[in-house]
């Protein structure tokens, strides 16, 4: 099993960024798809998680900025991410869950102010 994120960058604040979290040899759609993040001298941190149905779920911070999403046709999830701050700097980590996890590596987004 392999998640291979992609679409960091470097980003002028107010701006967007669509992160996309590609999975290999399992199917998406029996798990949770989530997205973590950390920043530098920081503990990673949940931002945003979907179920197999659907439900969405997001951190106080990013709410109404941020939108997870998944299509399983093509094993993939996405994070859309607008009106980037300064302080959504990070290393973004895609995560899968159900009776175990699987990380992705990470991608980095850089906003800057």
């Known amino acids: 099993v392999q998640l291979q994120a992609s679409g960091g960058g470097l980003v002028q604040a107010g701006g967007s960024l669509r992160l996309s979290c590609a999975a290999s040899g399992v199917s998406i759609s029996i798990w949770y798809m989530n997205w973590f993040r950390q920043a530098p001298g920081k503990q990673r941190e949940l931002v945003a998680t979907?179920?197999?149905?659907?439900?969405?779920n997001y951190a106080d911070s990013v709410k109404g900025r941020f939108t997870i999403s998944r299509d399983n046709a093509k094993n993939t999830a996405y994070l859309q991410m607008n009106s980037l701050k300064p302080e959504d700097t990070a290393v973004y980590y895609c995560k899968m869950s159900r009776n175990r996890d699987y990380w992705g590596q990470g991608t980095q987004v850089t906003v800057s102010s």
């Open positions: 979907i179920t197999t149905d659907g439900s969405t």
